[in-house]
């Protein structure tokens, strides 16, 4: 049966006349010419596609790195410049690019500037070198001996005394110690004084201390008493002082300190060596407390208590 089939083809071919095979021929050829052309249209806009994505990926990236390459060469300049405002040496490094700004740029732009900025400063350094230069004068009290004679130690007239406000353990106490104006005087003795007790009172005050805030209100000196945990007393003047009246030891001669200075500690180096002797009598180190002319402080009824 096949060998019928192919037989029957064969007959069929050779009935078909040759100008028809020629034009089944042609048509195929051109066929395979028009797919082959689009193949290659087909590939040529693919790779265009990619190139042109690719493009302009590559385009923003660029302009990315463009932007960050000026950031860091900007921050690169002002740590530069800082860090040679703050002394510090730079030491340029080969750059990569010729066009790339080298370190000592910055650092040569910050000089500049600190010249300008000098002028005005070098002017003024330029008179003051001018001027001799004077000897600075040693404090008194640096060279001075730590003893009683560096404290200003006067007498003083309570003109009037009130509890503070905000704190209950002190007194606020107005005080002629024979200066222009009075001074407030703050002193923690309401659990040992009767308020009444301190008016129109004269005491023996510590003058040179550096003022100091308590609870508030600034205090510019301290009213010196006979002190022990369990009780405090008022050290009392001499008949007949007036406020202003210098209280000193004999021996002890120098120049009390304008201000004694709290660095220096000379109270704290003083202060043990003052007391109240077996006799009543104020002392530093067993020298009285003295008015000229008019007599020794002492304390009314306390014996053998540090003085504070």
Known sequence: MFYTRVSSSLKLLK???????????????????????????????????????????????????EKLRKEVESLKRNLI??????????????????????????????????????KP???????KDAKPKKEKKQPVEDSAPVDISRLDIRIGRIVSAKNHPDADTLFVEDVDVG????????????????LEQMQNRLGVFMCNFKPVKMRGILSQGMIMCASTPEKVEII????????????????????????????????????????????????????????EGKGICKS??????PIK
Not at 23 to 36: E, K, M, V
């Open 121 to 127: 400063d070098e002017k003024k350094n330029a008179k």
């Open 179 to 194: 200066e222009a104006t009075n001074r407030t005087i703050l002193s923690g003795l309401v659990k040992h004084v009767p």
């Open 236 to 291: 009392d003047p001499p008949p007949g002082c007036e406020p202003g009246d210098r209280v000193t030891c004999e021996g002890y001669t120098g120049t009390p300190d304008a201000q004694l200075n709290p660095k220096k500690k000379v109270w704290e180096q003083i202060q043990p060596d003052l007391r109240i002797d077996d006799n009543g009598v104020a002392t530093y180190k067993g020298v009285p407390f003295t008015v």
């Open 81 to 118: 410049r800082a860090e040679t405002r703050n002394g510090v040496t730079q030491v340029p490094l080969p750059s990569r690019a010729a066009s790339a700004p080298s370190a000592s740029e910055p650092a040569k732009e910050v000089e500049a500037e600190k010249k300008v900025e000098a």
């Open 15 to 65: 009935m078909s006349s040759a100008p028809d095979l020629q034009r089944f021929q042609s048509r195929a050829d051109q066929a395979d010419q028009i797919i082959s052309s689009l193949k290659q249209q087909l590939a040529g806009l693919r790779s265009a596609a990619v190139v042109n994505a690719c493009e302009k990926e590559v385009s923003i990236l660029s302009e990315e790195n």
């Open 300 to 305: 009314a009824t306390m014996r053998n208590s």
